[in-house]
């Protein structure tokens, strides 16, 4: 019986922490999280800029506040991509049961 000086390992554990890791990793890179961020960013921008629009502005968009209506579409899109992350969110990969070459 040999102890190297390192504890015993579960498979079990091994296993579960090994999902944990695949979760985290699929919900991190969900396309949808980085979507939904830039349009809220964009968006928020966007619509802050068409708040202070000048009269001359305005008036080159033949009276349409086309930046405060874009930037509030942008924010709405964005926080829809971030509630449909959040309400269903992507599922690990399985893993490999057996590996190529094993």
Known sequence: ????????????????????????A???FDIRRV??????????????I???DSRAEIDKA???RINLWAGLVMLV???LMLLWQWRRPA???????QQPGA
């Open 35 to 48: 979507i939904g961020g830039l349009f809220v960013a964009y968006g928020i921008i966007v619509t802050l």
């Open 26 to 28: 699929a919900r991190l």
């Open 1 to 24: 019986m040999s102890n190297d000086g390192q504890p015993a390992q579960d498979p079990l554990i091994d296993e579960t922490q090994a999902e944990q890791r695949r979760s985290a």
């Open 91 to 97: 599922e690990p990969p399985a893993p490999n049961e």
């Open 50 to 52: 068409g708040i202070f």
């Open 77 to 79: 899109f964005g926080l």
């Open 62 to 64: 033949q009276g349409v």
